[in-house]
């Protein structure tokens, strides 16, 4: 494409930093800088029409990981490396509720529950075996107990009776979430251009080449927040993740309030609406899901209607509204890769499916880079 002097001149000259990536980690990055260097020029890349990746794909979920997920994470991480994990989660879902605010993300602590099928009893019983051992464990962190037993009181059918409970799990509206801070970016006078693929960078000593599909330009600084889709620039231990959701049409008289976990976190459901919002099943295909392109998998959509039809939803009709997918980033690794490539290059990538809760401070820690 050749640009004209006026697009080259207003858009494309004089850019101190540049950021591949608006979703909720590449606009706190932007954010940050502008407020340690209010006079810089920034320019933010998005590959999509829309903050592309998992940013406004989400389910919405506050939360910092169910009873079984932290059980199956103290197998590969040590406990204070699961002690961390969980503040950074619990700090950054509290930064996020300061800077946005409660009713502009329209934040709501009801709680969060893990359900467990007939199927998963033994999973079901090793999580209330280690029920007091983990509380301990967190009792630092939230001054109390933060995971009990519960009844069913849902009408959820083909599961143990019993549920594990967390009071400290919220939920937000993410479109909400986003169009905020777009705002935000947007007051700053930040510039975002949509529809950018970055293809490379080449590094020079004072600047960094950034080539797009349409065109190239120098920028002092680039900073990579693409998360799931970051593997096409940066040679690092992050794989994409598809996500796959589906969300009803809405359902009078739907008494089920909160979030819910099922089958180790694969699965999870909540209500927004007065629909019932279910995504997950990436553990059915992992090796079709570990991709970075949009799309829906019809073996895991099946078992969504499944699961609303036999286990969620077993008294209601109900009708499908929407069916789309996310792309994470994932690793062997549930934290997060923040760190300096160069001199010039930067990249905050990796969220494991965290984005809501550490997006932010990500963001903010991807800034202070420099």
């Known amino acids: 494409m050749n640009l004209s002097y006026w697009e080259i001149k207003s858009w494309l000259s004089n850019i101190d930093y540049t950021i ?10 932007a954010l940050r800088l502008k407020e340690k260097f209010p006079k810089s020029k920034i320019l933010i890349l998005e590959k999509g029409s829309l903050p592309q990746g998992a940013s406004t794909k989400n389910a919405g979920f506050a939360c910092f990981g169910s009873m079984s997920e932290i059980i199956d994470d103290l197998k590969s991480h040590s406990e204070s490396e699961i002690i961390s994990l969980i503040k950074k989660r619990k700090e ?26 007939k199927k998963d009893v033994d999973l079901f019983e090793n999580c209330q075996l280690k029920l007091n051992e983990v509380n301990k464990l967190l009792k630092p962190l939230f001054s109390s107990t933060v995971f009990e ?14 549920l594990i409970f967390n009071p400290f799990e919220g939920q937000i509206d993410t479109g909400l979430m986003m169009e905020a801070l777009l705002e935000k970016v947007k007051r700053k006078n930040i510039k975002i251009l949509n529809n950018i693929n970055v293809t490379s960078f080449l590094e020079n000593n004072s600047s960094v080449e950034i080539v797009t599909e349409n065109f190239s330009y120098k920028s002092s600084k680039l900073f990579i ?58 553990n059915l295909d992992f090796k079709k899901e570990e991709t970075d392109k949009f799309g829906l998998n019809n073996t895991i959509q099946s078992e969504l209607e499944l699961i609303l039809k036999n286990i969620i939803l077993p008294k209601n009709e109900f009708e499908i509204d929407y069916r789309w997918s996310g792309i994470m980033g994932v690793g062997t690794k549930k934290t997060a890769i923040v760190k300096s490539i160069s001199d010039n290059v930067f990249c905050g990538i990796r969220l494991g499916g965290m984005g809501v809760a550490i997006g932010s401070i990500i963001g903010n820690e991807l800034a202070d880079k420099i």
Do not use: M, W
């Open 20 to 29: 591949v990536g608006s979703g909720i980690v590449g606009l706190n990055c």
């Open 92 to 117: 950054g879902l509290k930064y996020l509720r300061n800077f946005i605010g409660d009713n502009s993300l329209n934040y709501k602590q009801n709680g969060g529950f893990e359900i467990f099928t």
């Open 225 to 282: 927040a693409a998360n799931g889709f970051s593997n096409k620039l940066l040679n690092e231990k992050i794989a994409p993740a598809r996500a796959q959701v589906l969300i009803t049409k809405p359902i009078e008289n739907l008494q089920i309030e909160g979030t819910f976990h099922l089958d180790r976190g694969y699965y999870y459901f909540r209500n927004i609406d007065n629909r019932i919002l279910l995504g997950g099943g990436r």
């Open 149 to 162: 037993i519960k009844d069913n009181t849902f009408g959820f059918k083909k599961i143990v009776d019993k």
